[in-house]
Nanobody, 124 residues
Framework: QVQLVESGGGSVQAGGSLRLSCRGS????????MAWFRQAPGKDREFVAAISWKGSFIHYADSVRGRFTISRDNNARGTIFLQMNSLRPEDTATYFCAADEQMGRWSPEEYLYWGQGTQVTVSV
């Protein structure tokens, strides 16, 4: 069984920054690729960023590239971060952490494990 727990969400004004964390654990947690997705009210869940197990491969959605940075704790590879800078009102959403055995997947249907989500609200 795999557990993913996100933290670090909150409210911030446009142009501000937030840092999200996701800790993966469980007896069956393996060398998984991990990713961030987000879902705004009334919209589909969308890909934000993904990172491979060793952190050597990273991919971003066009909407966040250059503003968001995904990283992995080298001492605890089950933990990933999402540094979000220059936040915009359109970044407002619930952010979810996901994990899967394979890298290179950008669709939420392709991910096996999910966290409960953390809310990010960006005001003008």
């Amino acid at each position: 069984q795999v557990q993913l727990v996100e933290s670090g969400g909150g409210s911030v004004q446009a142009g501000g920054s937030l840092r999200l964390s996701c800790r993966g654990s469980g007896p069956t947690f393996g060398s998984y690729a991990m990713a961030w997705f987000r879902q705004a009210p009334g919209k589909d869940r969308e890909f934000v960023a993904a990172i491979s197990w060793k952190g050597s491969f990273i991919h971003y959605a066009d909407s966040v590239r250059g503003r968001f940075t995904i990283s992995r704790d080298n001492n605890a590879r089950g933990t990933i971060f999402l540094q979000m800078n220059s936040l915009r009102p359109e970044d407002t959403a619930t952010y979810f952490c996901a994990a899967d055995e394979q890298m290179g997947r950008w669709s939420p249907e392709e991910y096996l494990y999910w966290g409960q989500g953390t809310q990010v609200t960006v005001s003008v």
